[in-house]
């Protein structure tokens, strides 16, 4: 039984800290589908989700968050504190198995034996560097155990406080954009209003520089989604935004730009495009998501009329090539089922083509003022 517990308590300090180094230290996507962390989180995902679907679905969709999506709100950070208890909780009772495994040779300072209990106590007050003294271990081996403990304890506490400024600021970064697309293209985000507000009375050339942006912020949650994957479970401020929402809007407006418009420069749309997509495509293989067929249609042939009755209004002008309308089908085909994954994954809602009929924006909102007495 002591060799048994040996072996098990360092296969699990190896497994827990290798998977601490994966998910904290490395830079870079994990094929592998042996992993603590990604155990932990499909299935606490999986039970937060069937828990969320049952809350009432109230709210104003604005300032408001309904209760399932303040619920929802709840996982992310609730999560990342689990699993750091969770990588904690692991290495002590991997130790304590350790010090048993000797013989519990440990100085206690009441009569009562030493046993695994006391093992895991003293695990316990070594790994977080209490340093009490009423439990100390005897002999040269687990004294240098002990040490060992308190160094990885120490090393652990100093990854964690490192972490989270890291994880809160790559969430800042990508939230920041998000809130810029409050007033250039509706709550929530649609193509058209992107294009309409900043392409309007025929100034197209504005345009890139949003999808510039737009470009830029795509390769940032790439990269911070794919090193921090727990960033996706972090909910924006507003029921009506996501960054899932923000980047199929940058797919829309591209496809849009690179299909069905005229006189515009395609360079940035075609660049920003491939961005956009290459981060919906890796961050639905990062959750194991299959492409699903959006359903219902997203732009059915009614709307996509009234489409472009909107933006022809706003003085943008479009193409008249009749096959047009299949070229944005056909790139629509080469996104949508990728952001509809993740979208029925993370119950995040997929943005509108076309902006809904008198919703005003978020910042037009405010507890103080009808939307009516504001600026639009």
């Given at each position: 039984m002591e060799?048994?517990?040996?072996?098990?308590?360092l296969a699990l300090i190896a497994v827990t800290l290798w998977d601490a180094f994966e998910t904290v230290v490395l830079p870079r996507r994990v094929s592998h589908p042996v992993r603590l962390t990604r155990a932990f989180y499909r299935s606490t995902w999986w039970l937060w989700t069937r828990l969320a679907r049952v809350a009432p679905r109230g709210g104003d969709g604005g300032e408001i968050s309904s209760p399932r999506e303040a619920f929802l709100g709840l996982y992310g950070p609730l999560a990342l504190i689990v699993l750091l208890s969770l990588w904690a909780a692991v290495l002590v009772v991997a130790f304590a198995m350790l010090q048993w495994s000797l013989g519990s040779a440990l100085a206690?300072?009441?009569?009562?034996?030493?046993?695994?209990?006391?093992?895991?106590?003293?695990?316990?007050?070594?790994f977080f560097t209490l340093g009490l003294g009423d439990v100390v271990p005897?002999?040269?081996?687990p004294r240098a155990l002990?040490?060992?403990e308190a160094g990885t304890g120490f090393a652990f506490l100093a990854l964690v406080i490192g972490y989270l400024p890291v994880l809160y600021q790559a969430f800042s970064r990508r939230e920041a954009d998000i809130s810029l697309?409050?007033?250039r293209a509706g709550s929530p985000p649609s193509a058209t209003e992107l294009i309409r507000r900043n392409a309007a009375a025929g100034q197209c050339e504005a345009l890139d520089p949003v999808l510039q942006r737009a470009e830029e912020w795509s390769a940032q949650l790439l990269e911070s989604h794919l090193s921090y994957p727990s960033v996706a479970f972090f909910r924006s401020q507003h029921e009506n935004q996501s960054w899932l929402a923000a980047l199929t809007a940058t797919l829309d407006a591209s496809a849009?730009?690179?299909?069905c418009l005229d006189g515009i420069p395609t360079g940035q749309a075609r660049a920003t495009f491939a961005i956009a997509r290459h981060t919906a495509v890796d961050l639905a293989q990062l959750?194991?998501?299959s492409p699903t067929k959006p359903v219902p249609d997203r732009l059915p042939a009614a709307d996509l009329a009234r489409l472009r009755t909107v933006l022809a209004g706003a003085g943008i002008p479009l193409r008249a090539d009749p096959d047009a309308a299949t070229r944005l089908t056909t790139l629509r085909g080469l996104y949508e089922p990728y952001v509809a994954a993740l979208g029925a994954y993370l119950l995040m809602a997929l943005p509108p083509w076309l902006h809904p009929e008198g919703v005003?924006?978020?910042?037009?909102?405010?507890?103080w003022a009808p939307p009516d007495e504001l600026p639009s």
């Amino acid at each position: 039984m002591e060799i048994l517990a040996a072996v098990a308590g360092l296969a699990l300090i190896a497994v827990t800290l290798w998977d601490a180094f994966e998910t904290v230290v490395l830079p870079r996507r994990v094929s592998h589908p042996v992993r603590l962390t990604r155990a932990f989180y499909r299935s606490t995902w999986w039970l937060w989700t069937r828990l969320a679907r049952v809350a009432p679905r109230g709210g104003d969709g604005g300032e408001i968050s309904s209760p399932r999506e303040a619920f929802l709100g709840l996982y992310g950070p609730l999560a990342l504190i689990v699993l750091l208890s969770l990588w904690a909780a692991v290495l002590v009772v991997a130790f304590a198995m350790l010090q048993w495994s000797l013989g519990s040779a440990l100085a206690v300072a009441t009569p009562t034996a030493p046993g695994f209990g006391a093992d895991l106590y003293m695990s316990g007050t070594t790994f977080f560097t209490l340093g009490l003294g009423d439990v100390v271990p005897r002999g040269g081996l687990p004294r240098a155990l002990a040490v060992i403990e308190a160094g990885t304890g120490f090393a652990f506490l100093a990854l964690v406080i490192g972490y989270l400024p890291v994880l809160y600021q790559a969430f800042s970064r990508r939230e920041a954009d998000i809130s810029l697309l409050d007033a250039r293209a509706g709550s929530p985000p649609s193509a058209t209003e992107l294009i309409r507000r900043n392409a309007a009375a025929g100034q197209c050339e504005a345009l890139d520089p949003v999808l510039q942006r737009a470009e830029e912020w795509s390769a940032q949650l790439l990269e911070s989604h794919l090193s921090y994957p727990s960033v996706a479970f972090f909910r924006s401020q507003h029921e009506n935004q996501s960054w899932l929402a923000a980047l199929t809007a940058t797919l829309d407006a591209s496809a849009l730009v690179l299909t069905c418009l005229d006189g515009i420069p395609t360079g940035q749309a075609r660049a920003t495009f491939a961005i956009a997509r290459h981060t919906a495509v890796d961050l639905a293989q990062l959750f194991d998501l299959s492409p699903t067929k959006p359903v219902p249609d997203r732009l059915p042939a009614a709307d996509l009329a009234r489409l472009r009755t909107v933006l022809a209004g706003a003085g943008i002008p479009l193409r008249a090539d009749p096959d047009a309308a299949t070229r944005l089908t056909t790139l629509r085909g080469l996104y949508e089922p990728y952001v509809a994954a993740l979208g029925a994954y993370l119950l995040m809602a997929l943005p509108p083509w076309l902006h809904p009929e008198g919703v005003p924006d978020d910042w037009q909102t405010t507890p103080w003022a009808p939307p009516d007495e504001l600026p639009s």
